[in-house]
């Protein structure tokens, strides 16, 4: 059943690839990711965009597909191979549009696999941190100049603390008794934080520092290595829209510093990786150097936190609504994802100084 599904959306894609397989891509909370296998390559990913989630989805097609253009203009001098496997690609229907609408009002885009390709869940060394940090930075510095204004907020305040806590608060106020209860630590930890956690808002909020284009999604899976660990390319560019540079600082360093997987239950496995950090941030800094202001550099390690952090207080607000945003595999599973995140936060506090 949903190979026919996905067989005839494929071929709603002018493309030239004939149908042959498919496998589910499973590593998102959000949307549906299928490699479709063709009979000879390129292969495809089609995905099914979560429209309870993403309240504009033509928006958003709009605004990745955009930023894709701007840097495969500026990867023109480069060779066949460069372009083709330094950005995302995105096909379009047979009409011309950039999505397929299904009759259910599921919408669907396409776009190239790009072949001979990994990604890593967690990071084993620090040469994939610094490749890590490194094609971060050059995707900042690749769309530095597109107009930000062009950029729809595909989730209006994604990474806006207050917005955040007023999220975690109403949830608090419906939650379970039970979940209240298996909560409590963290909701003192979140009510005690307040007020560090707010930093960065009033510095974006009063202009200090800038808004530019952000990938707003950069934990390390979201990146393409190839087989040498050398990095090819950012990917998921759903949550492109403005924002500043902390956001994609600070969750590349959440995920890539962490010693275990986001959801990993036995805590004593996570620990932030300091070495990690060092080599995430050299890679970062190489493009980077000459387009960050002392402002946003001196603001890096209280950006590691701050998503840190953010990611903690959407997880328990999710735990506490009862699991209606992220997906879920068991019961406890967002207050296990709440857990671990507390404690890189407490071993990144704990080694701060090292960082600063
Ligand atoms: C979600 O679906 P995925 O894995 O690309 C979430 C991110 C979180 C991430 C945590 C739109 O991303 O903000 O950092 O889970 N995306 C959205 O793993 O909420
Ligand atoms: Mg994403």
Redesign the pocket.
């Known amino acids: 059943m949903i190979e026919e599904q996905l067989k005839y959306i494929f071929n709603q894609f002018d493309h030239k690839g004939e149908y042959k397989s498919f496998k589910e891509l499973a590593?998102?909370?959000?949307?549906d990711t299928y490699l479709i296998k063709t009979v000879r390559k390129p292969y495809f990913v089609l995905q099914r965009i979560n429209h309870g989630?993403?309240k504009d989805v033509p928006g958003l097609i709009e605004n990745k597909v955009a930023v894709s253009c701007h840097i495969q203009k500026k990867l023109e001098n480069k060779s066949k191979k460069k372009q083709e496997r330094g950005v995302l690609a995105f096909a379009r229907t047979k009409g011309g549009s950039a999505y397929y609408r299904g009759h259910e009002g599921n919408y669907w885009n396409l776009m190239y696999f790009i072949d001979k390709s990994v990604t890593h869940e967690t990071v084993k060394s620090g040469d994939i941190a610094y490749e890590g940090g490194k094609l971060m930075g050059k995707f900042l510095m690749l769309t530095k100049d597109f107009d930000v204004n062009k950029l729809i907020e595909v989730?209006p305040k994604f990474h806006d603390m207050s917005f955040r806590y007023t999220q975690f608060e109403e949830a608090v106020t419906k939650a379970s008794k039970e979940r209240l209860e298996a909560s409590k630590e963290y909701i003192k930890i979140i009510n005690d934080s307040r007020q560090e956690m707010h930093i960065l808002q009033s510095l974006k909020e009063s202009g200090a520092i800038r808004t530019r284009v952000t990938h707003?999604?950069t934990?390390i899976s979201?990146v393409l290595f190839n087989k040498n660990n050398k990095g090819i390319c950012v990917i998921?560019t759903?949550?492109v829209m403005p924002g500043i540079i902390h956001y994609d600082f600070g969750?590349a360093i959440r995920t890539i510093c962490n010693t275990a997987a986001?959801d990993e239950t036995n805590l004593e496995l996570v620990e932030f990786n300091v070495d990690f950090y060092k080599a995430y941030t050299k890679g970062f800094l190489k493009h980077m150097k000459s387009s960050i202001s002392p402002l946003e550099l001196k603001y890096l390690p209280l950006g590691a936190k701050t998503m840190i952090f953010i990611?903690a207080l959407?997880f328990l607000t999710d735990y506490l609504n009862g699991d209606i945003?992220?997906k879920t595999k068991y019961p406890d599973h967002n207050l296990d994802r709440t857990k671990n995140q507390f404690k890189l936060l407490q071993s990144l506090s704990n080694q701060l100084s090292k960082i600063e």
């Not at 590593?27 to 949307?31: D, E, L």
């Open positions: 590593s998102g909370h959000i949307n989630v993403f989730i707003n999604d934990k979201n998921d759903d949550t969750d986001e990611m959407r945003y992220y």
